[in-house]
């Protein structure tokens, strides 16, 4: 029993460190996959689609951008909403993410 406790003990504090420590390119790719995407593209956006491309751009840029989109300092009827679900954790993931990549 003290070892299951012990082992239950060390499994939560590594879960814990892992959702809540080092941004997640892997997570990123997939959020970006299942939303993003859809209107930004991951390498490039569809010719004739209005939106900007994100692959390669700068980080902190994307991350400052997200951010002012969800607490609405930057107006968009699309991005407010679509920024208004994202966490702190996932702005970073898909930020480290979009940035990595060559357009
Ligand atoms: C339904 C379409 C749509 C989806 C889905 C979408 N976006 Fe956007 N995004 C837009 C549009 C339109 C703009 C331009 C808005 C503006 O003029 O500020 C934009 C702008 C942006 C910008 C600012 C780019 C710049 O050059 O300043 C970033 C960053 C961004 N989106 C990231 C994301 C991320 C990350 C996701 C996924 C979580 C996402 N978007 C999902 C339509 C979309």
Redesign the pocket.
């Known amino acids: 029993m003290k070892l299951l406790t012990y082992s239950l003990a060390t499994l939560l504090v590594f879960s814990f460190s892992a959702t809540s420590h080092a941004t997640s390119i892997y997570a990123g790719k997939s ?2 996959a299942a ?2 995407s ?3 593209g991951i390498r490039k956006t569809s010719a004739e689609a ?3 491309p ?1 692959a390669g751009r700068n980080e902190e840029y ?1 991350e400052n ?2 951010k002012q989109y969800r607490d609405k300092t ?1 107006v ?1 009827d ?2 407010n909403n ?1 920024a208004g679900s ?1 966490s702190d954790r996932d702005i970073d993931n ?1 930020a480290s993410y979009y940035s990595r990549l060559k357009p």
């Open positions: 959020k970006a939303v993003c859809q209107c930004h209005p939106f900007p994100l994307m951008a997200l930057r968009s699309i991005m679509i994202l898909i």
